[in-house]
């Protein structure tokens, strides 16, 4: 079954290119543009697509508005945001709407291909230093560390394991380090997620780092 992509950006060249761009790949099928907000909303409705790549700024109704309200809905398709700047604050905040990564606008065609499928996977595509240089801007500056009430709900190993995940380490790494197979990896992260109500580990990073668990 392939993965069903829709784009919304206000330049309609980029959206040619990317248009043909998902096109040509066997397991990808492009369902849908838009020039806006308002219409990215009414596209991810109609279309209903596993994965939209969203850009940021655009007239009317930006990205970040638009994630948020189509996350807001049942069954929203995975966002991937499209961003100029690597560490651009709208980013930050498209994430914090409910974003599951973000691309640079000038990547390469296999990394963006790759992106969108690791994203429909459930899986980030920002690299672990991003993620840390990124959210660094978003952590509370005086607060407190406080740990929050449903991290008490997380046994001794699901927070060992959501540390090193909050760090930007992968399945593999976290396996390597704590002397488990992937797969009892991958299930005591979806049981993270879910004890924290968390829709994936971009989120779970920026849990992370607002409550200040991590340095």
Not at 37 to 46: F, K, M, S, T, V
Not at 65 to 68: E, F, L, N, R
């Given at each position: 079954m392939r993965i069903r992509v829709a784009l919304v950006d206000d330049q309609a060249l980029f959206r040619a290119g990317i248009r043909m761009l998902v096109s040509s790949q066997p397991d990808l099928e492009f369902v849908g543009e838009a020039a806006d907000?308002?219409?990215?909303?009414?596209?991810?409705?109609?279309a209903r697509p596993d994965v939209m790549l969203m850009d940021i700024r655009m007239p009317g109704k930006d990205g970040i508005?638009?994630?948020?309200e189509i996350n807001a809905r049942s069954n929203p398709p995975r966002i991937l945001v499209l961003t100029t700047f690597d560490l651009d604050e709208s980013a930050a905040r498209a994430i914090r709407a409910g974003a599951s990564g973000f691309v640079l606008k000038d990547a390469e065609p296999e990394f963006l291909l790759a992106a969108i499928r690791t994203v429909h996977a459930g899986n980030a595509v920002i690299a672990a230093s991003a993620t840390l240089r990124l959210f660094e801007e978003f952590r509370p500056a005086e607060a407190p560390a406080?740990?929050?009430e449903e991290f008490a709900a997380l046994t001794p190993r699901e927070r060992e394991i959501f540390l090193l995940a909050a760090r930007g380490l992968s399945n593999a790494e976290i396996a390597a380090r704590e002397f488990l197979s992937e797969a009892t990896v991958k299930t005591h992260i979806s049981r993270i997620l879910s004890k924290?109500?968390?829709?994936?580990?971009?989120?779970?990073?920026?849990?992370?780092?607002?409550?200040r668990l991590v340095d």
């Open positions: 907000g308002e219409a990215a909303i009414a596209l991810a409705a109609d508005t638009a994630t948020a406080l740990e929050p924290l109500a968390l829709r994936d580990r971009v989120q779970l990073v920026v849990f992370a780092f607002e409550h």
